[in-house]
């Protein structure tokens, strides 16, 4: 059973930085395509970042491109999003999620790819 667990969600002020952490247990994390997506209130879940399993692909919404980043550590099956010069629309819950890929190249990007979910983490980004 493939479990995925974000933290890392906190209030934090506007041009502040925050750091959230994914884990996924069940299957070899290094074979895992990661992103990361988000759902402000009152609006659908959006793509925000994804990565390839080798962690050497990655991409952004347009929304957060040089601000958020994305990266992995594999030996420690760890999954992080760091995220500065934080603005109140970043305001979300935020969901770590996982797909099997089978090159370590791939990178995913629709939600319908990813077939494992987190619970979510609530960052909320005070003005």
């Known amino acids: 059973q493939v479990q995925v667990v974000e933290s890392g969600g906190d209030l934090v002020q506007a041009g502040g930085s925050l750091r959230l952490s994914c884990t996924a247990s069940?299957?070899?994390?290094?074979?895992?395509?990661m992103g990361w997506f988000r759902r402000a209130p009152g609006q659908e879940r959006a793509g925000v970042s994804s990565?390839?399993?080798?962690?050497?692909?990655?991409r952004y919404a347009d929304s957060v491109e040089g601000r958020f980043t994305i990266s992995r550590d594999n030996a420690e099956n760890r999954l992080y999003l760091q995220m500065t010069s934080l603005k109140p629309e970043d305001t979300a819950i935020y969901y770590c999620?996982?797909?099997?890929?089978?090159?370590?190249?791939?990178?995913?990007?629709?939600?319908?790819?990813?077939?494992?979910w987190g619970q979510g983490t609530q960052v909320t980004v005070s003005s």
């Open positions: 999620a996982a797909a099997r890929a089978s090159r370590a190249s791939y990178i995913y990007w629709d939600a319908s790819s990813f077939a494992y």
């Open positions: 069940g299957l070899a994390f290094a074979s895992l395509a």
């Open positions: 990565i390839s399993p080798s962690g050497g692909s990655t």
